[in-house]
Every structure is written in C-alpha cells, then in structure tokens.
C-alpha cells in the first residue's frame, strides 16, 4: 500500500508542481513515448546484457516486495519460536523421533503446524540441517555459529542481486536520458531553417530526455531498490533469530530459556511478547500431554 501511495505522491508533486508553474504538458506528452523508448529501452537492454536468466526473473519477483513487504509477520516469529521450542524440547527426549522430523518436513506433524514456515525451504534447510549436524556431534556452539554466520551471509549476498541489480540501473538512467537529449539537439539542428517557435518545441522535447531519465533513476527505480534490500534485510532477521535459538541449544540451556534467547535478539517492531510466547508454550506442553 505504501508503494502505491509513494508512488503516487511523487507523480503528483512532479507534475502538479510543474503544471501549476505554468508549465504544458504537451510538449512532455508529445516526446515522452519516442523518449521512453530510447531510455526505457536501453535500460532494459543493460539491465539484460548485465544480468543472466535467473537475476532477471529473480529482480523482477522482488519488485512486488516494494508493494508487499517482508515477508515475515510478528505472527510468524512467534510461530518459529514456538517450532524451535518443540524441535529442542524432542531433540532432548528422543532423539530418533527427532531424526524423524528433521528429515522428512514436509511429513512431519511438528512443521505441519506451521504451514508457512514450512513451505519455506530456505528456513526448513537451515533448521534441519544444524540440528541434523548436532545429532552427528558436530555441536560446538562456536563453529556452528561461525557457519551459521557464513550461511546466513551467502543468503543475503544473492537475496540482495535484485536490489544491486535495480541500483545499477537506477545509476544508469541519467545518462541514458542525456543520450536521449543529444539525440534530440541532433535532430533540432538538422532543422535549425525552422522558426523559433518550432525550434522551441523541438529542443523542448529534446530536454525532456533529460528529464525522464533523472525523474526514472531517481524518483522510481532507484527507491525500489532501496525498499528492495530493506525488505531482504528485515527478513534476514527470521533466520537470525533461528541462529539464536539453536546455538543457545548447543549451550545446553533449557528449552524456554533457548527460546528466550531469540525472542529478545528479536527487533522490537516483529518481536512477539513475552506473555504471547509463554502461552503458546505452555498451550504445545497442554497438546503434548
């Protein structure tokens, strides 16, 4: 919703501003489809030679997250804790059940109560890949920290290729639109014989080459990839507190207080409260008994 209202307000504000100056539309109307085609078109062809395939379809996906958001709610924070609290609370009792889950997610009674988290695969990978690692031994809280680290970092580096792929563009698009607008002063001075209010209208139109390619990189592809990567990162967070959690596990410490650990590495705005979580818990503990 926001991305819609920002969008509009700088259209508004552009060329509101611009007609209540006194300035015509009619020139920019008249230039803008021959601009957009040399601009826009261009911008699309570096953004395909710069990129292969799979950047491509993936940056024109995370376009929607400037409209929908990040992905992950307060509620499902609260749901991953409450997942984690019953994948550690098995893991200590029995093991083999443990295993279980783990390796089959997609059929496990555990994840089924979490359908979203579920059909994530990212997230499930990374839960049932460390505790996968911690029933082989392999639990040194310090390593399993220092790979979940270099996981979760890989992650975000290809999350964010959309985001650095937008910019580029966004970098991009005003010289494109001054290439637009050399093109039109060739095209003026082809016709200098003409009368100045006709070389006027034709220079005009040439500027506004100029115009479109700042007001493109500046006022709409450039804050998509901005919004883009604040999106990446606010997800990031749900797999942090995944990190928290299960390395506290290493630390031997007990189910609520591993799930204490994440809830408050939690960033305030998506962290579920303390009386929310607790009644969660306690309502799982009421099921499984």
């Known amino acids: 919703m926001f991305g819609i209202i920002g969008i ?4 508004v504000m552009v060329f509101g501003g611009y007609m209540l100056a006194g300035g015509k539309m009619g020139i920019i109307l008249k230039a803008l489809p021959f601009e957009m085609i040399m601009i826009g078109g261009a911008a699309i062809g570096a953004f395909l030679l710069s990129n292969d395939l799979a950047s491509v379809k993936h940056a ?5 997250k400037v409209f929908k958001g990040p992905k992950w ?5 609260r749901d991953l804790l409450c997942l984690l609290f019953e994948l550690i609370r098995v893991a200590r009792n029995n093991p083999v059940e443990l295993e279980e889950h783990i390796e089959n997610p997609g059929t496990s009674a555990i994840f089924s109560r979490y359908p979203k988290i579920q059909k994530d695969h990212e997230t499930i ?3 049932c890949d460390t505790l996968r690692a911690a029933s082989m031994n392999y639990d040194d809280p310090h390593q399993v920290e220092d790979v979940l680290d270099k996981r979760m970092e890989a992650s975000q580096h290809h999350a964010l290729h959309s985001s650095h792929a937008l910019q580029s563009m966004a970098d991009a698009l005003p010289a494109l639109g001054i290439v637009a607008a050399v093109l039109g002063v060739i095209k003026t001075m082809g016709s200098i014989d003409q009368p100045p209010e ?3 209208k034709m220079i005009g139109g040439a500027l506004v080459g100029t115009f479109l390619g700042v007001f493109l990189a500046y006022g709409i592809v450039g804050p998509f990839a901005v919004r883009v990567k604040a999106v990446v990162e606010e997800d990031g967070h749900f797999h942090h507190l995944i990190r928290e959690v299960l390395v506290a596990n290493l630390h031997r410490h007990p189910p609520n207080i591993c799930i204490e650990v994440g809830r408050q590495n939690t960033p305030h705005h998506v962290r579920p409260s303390f009386q929310a ?3 969660a818990v306690r309502s799982l503990k009421q099921d499984a008994a």
């Open 8 to 11: 509009a307000v700088i259209f």
């Open 60 to 64: 024109l996906k995370d376009i929607g």
């Open 73 to 77: 709610k307060p509620a499902d924070y």
């Open 125 to 127: 990978d990374l839960i």
């Open 198 to 200: 006709v070389l006027g």
């Open 277 to 279: 979580v607790e009644e």
